[in-house]
């Protein structure tokens, strides 16, 4: 039973418009939440992350939303650049020191 | 800083084989993780540690056993290997639950 879920196995996006990749999760016991990012043959790296205290989290190009509620987190990436193509990771952990992630959303950002 | 180093960065086994993969981290982290990355499946936990000489199960453990005899390093064991563990593996550490994970490079490992 997968417990954070990312739905789009792709996206792609115009160079310099809005990324948006979205995440679901069934566990109402997690209440951290990172975002990843990976290229090939290289290890995932953190990108951003948001506690379940808060509803939105800003760095830089890159912020997160987290809708409790609904279970649903997304990344917001603005601008797109080139650089941004790469698989996106959403992870998720809770007491139990798990850190659990989704299955990736591979972004292509088009020139 | 090296971060989290992985060895070997790749390994063919044939079915039955035995082998250990070492991750270290010199950051002092207190957790440290094994993933596994398939295609269409993510990175999926196979057992984490939250401190040295504590280990704990994963979401997919069976086949896999680990120790943290040292507080720097988390080996991951593979008793017999099988067609089924041809996958790449990942390494991480963190400073608690609630700190980013630090990623290795990861090891591809098959098994024929």
């Known amino acids: 039973d997968q417990q954070v879920k990312q739905n789009s196995p792709s996206l792609s996006v115009q160079e310099g418009r809005i990324s948006i990749l979205n995440c679901d999760y069934t566990?109402?016991?997690?209440?951290?939440f990172l975002w990843y990012k990976k290229y090939p043959a290289e290890g995932p790296t953190f990108l951003i992350s948001?506690?379940?205290?808060?509803d939105k989290n800003e760095d830089g190009r890159f912020t997160v939303f987290l809708n409790k509620s609904a279970k649903h987190l997304s990344l917001h990436i603005v601008p797109s650049q080139p650089g941004d193509s790469a698989v996106y990771f959403c992870?998720?952990?809770?007491?139990?020191?798990?850190?659990?992630f989704g299955k990736g959303t591979r972004l292509h950002i088009l020139p | 800083n090296a971060g989290v180093t992985q060895t070997p960065k790749f390994r063919v086994l044939k079915t039955g084989q035995s082998m250990t993969l070492l991750c270290a981290q010199d950051?002092?982290?207190?957790?440290m993780y094994w993933y596994r990355q398939d295609p269409g499946m993510g990175l999926r936990l196979i057992h984490y540690?939250?401190?040295?000489?504590?280990?704990a199960k994963g979401e997919v453990p069976d086949g896999y056993n680990v120790s943290r005899l040292k507080k720097q390093n988390f080996l991951l064991g593979l008793e017999s290997a099988a067609p089924s563990q041809t996958s790449v593996y990942f390494c991480?550490?963190?400073?608690?639950?609630?700190?980013?994970?630090?990623f290795g490079n990861g090891t591809r490992l098959t098994v024929t």
């Open positions: 991480a550490s963190s400073y608690n639950a609630y700190s980013p994970l630090h």
């Open positions: 566990n109402s016991m997690f209440d951290y």
């Open positions: 948001i506690s379940s205290i808060k």
């Open positions: 992870a998720a952990s809770a007491s139990d020191d798990k850190i659990i």
């Open positions: 950051m002092n982290h207190e957790y």
């Open positions: 540690s939250v401190g040295e000489g504590t280990t």
